[in-house]
């Protein structure tokens, strides 16, 4: 009986080990389908995100657009104008000045949903001078809106965002704006992008009325007409096309098949085989291509009216890449001489090490705000990562997203996310990683060269204080505004884009440290380079009891190509110990120092290769510093002996005018030694394309209203460096030797 009773606990103890056995397995099964799942989930998050930014020429109604953008996606409640009657201004328009002017001047960044997508936005600024805020927008977005004014076209700014869109590789599609505007015209703004900008663009949309008759647009994929009815646009109604237009959207649409065959391979062979594609193909070749950069979509509206805003969104979804569809490369430096590129994984996981860029600065209420583009991996709240650059660890106090000046606090972020940051000291462009081993930069961006500078000093002494802050401040945040101390003239100069770039600087240290500037004349950055190669061999010697200083050094200065004028180059050709190896470096440098300085009007020297061919050395007297004091005497000696030329930057102009003004502007803009580039004329008005030196285009803004009555604009960006006229150079250096005291104004005049 016990034994019985023994083997049926047994039996009952094995079911129970059995039935716990098969609960363990179920529960792993279960585990392992939530983990896969989740990552499914995962890759699904990570399929829904845009970063995209909306770049323009100044006036095309940007900012306006993102507005609108923000109302139809329910981020804001009501909407309201840049120059609007209520003097609120633009959401995305948060600092004073902007809401004064009406400008953009600073890019902001938001967030907002559509559709079940994320899309992360960056409204960026118009003007040229502002150009820093574009470049660094497109360096850390996925894809972009090219928004056109429907009158104005192709203008000097829009090739400027072509270009910075084309050096980031960034997709974009085409919105033209302002239909309702006089003189509208989408079909001359198509041309112009296929001439101007050498896009393969095409329409998607037809516009059912221009200019005040503006009703709705034409769908060209689903051939259907759309309207935008109730308050603001936001109740849309698809209705047949009319009558009148069956027969242009036919071959529209044909077109918009053809321009796309020729950029996808999939519709092409469709195309050749005379195959009708569906809706869905079209849209997935339109995609593939648009990520590839081979083709634009084009479409049309007017945001001021409510009128093609949804569907603009609807085509940011569908043809704009998201983060994994777009290629990110970090730099790894193996050594000194050589980088080796890291493909960034854009998974949505902390299975990869934390990666992110700072691409933009702010001063904020709590402190400095550092916006950070997440390229792989995660980053919590309360976590640490180390800068790249400095290898300084830092721990994230605070994670928050933008809208506008407005924060919403986050735990965490993933890689394909834009988030900002609190307490984190660093520079833009500075990258940040997860791991203290690694050696990750992601690349750098584009930073153009400062064209104009002036003295600025403020009114009151006791301000001394908030001016420095403001300068630091201004100098981190802005890489194209920049600060020295001229020691000769005991002033302080910045730097920067254009006069309106200063001005606006200026007038933010009266704002917001209150502290009122007084700024001097604008002066241009001028340049100075050597004709023709010359060769040199300076020997600097020195004894002072004891060790003293001793370098020679032989070899030729030349001058680069027109197209590298504003480079500096050094080559070491030397053969055997005569130039000790170590001491090269220290050549280089003393090369460098002496290029800041040039001898003709004290501007940097650029436009230079150095040759270093052969030299001598001391045993015991010889050291770095000697070296370098004795290239920088050879370059100065060189530069008051040898043929010089003064370069001056040279800016591309558009004027824009009505016709009855043209011979007028024409005569002024000529006797400013333009060299006219091209002209354009469209319903009443010209645009008449130039290159003028920027030293005559000081104080043209009044003159080109008081010669067209206050009806012409002009718009100017910087081409590139040319040597400038006899007569000129001889006037910038004689003024030199006067401000520097070589030469007295009594003397000067008995020489003339």
Sequence with gaps: MSLHRMSMSVCGRRKVIDLVQGNLWCCSSRLSSSSSQKSKQKQRDVETIRNIGISAHIDSGKTTLTERVLYYTGRIDKMHEVRGKDKVGATMDSMELERERGITIQSAATYTEWKGHNINIIDTPGHVDFTIEVERALRVLDGAVLVLCGVGGVQSQTLTVNRQMKRYDVPCLAFINKLDRVGANPYRVLSQMRAKLNHNAAFLHLPIGLESNMKGIVDLIKSRAIYFDGDFGIDIREDEIPQEMRAEATDKRQELIESVANADDELGEMFLEE??????????????????????????????????????????????????????????AVDENEEKKVLMSPLRSDEHPFVGLAFKLEAGRFGQLTYVRVYQGNLKKGDSMYNARTGRRVRVPRLVRMHANNMVDVNEVFAGDICALFGVDCYSGDTFVGNQKMTLSMESMFVPDPVISLSMRPEKKQDSDNFGKAIGRFTKEDPTFNVYFDVESRETIVSGMGELHLEIYAQRMKNEYNCPVVTGKPKVAFRETLTRPTEFEYLHKKQTGGSGQYAKIIGVFEPLPPESNTKLEFEDLTVGTNVPKQFVPAVEKGFLEACEKGALIGQKVTGVRMKLLDGANHAVDSSEFAFKLAAMYALQQTMRTSDCRILEPIMNVEITAPEEFQGTVLASINKKNAVITGTDAAEGYFSLYCEVPLNEMFGYATDLRSQTQGKGEFTMEYSRYQPTKQALQDDLIHQYQLETGQIKEKSSKKAR
């Excluded at 009708?276 to 070749?285: H, W």
């Design 275 to 332: 195959l009708n594609p569906t809706e869905d193909q079209i849209k997935a070749a339109i995609r593939r291509s648009t990520i590839k950069r081979s083709f634009t979509p084009v479409l049309l509206g007017t945001a001021l009216k409510n009128k093609g805003v949804q569907p603009m969104l609807d085509a940011v979804l569908d043809y704009l890449p998201n983060p994994t569809e777009v290629q990110n490369f970090a730099l790894d």
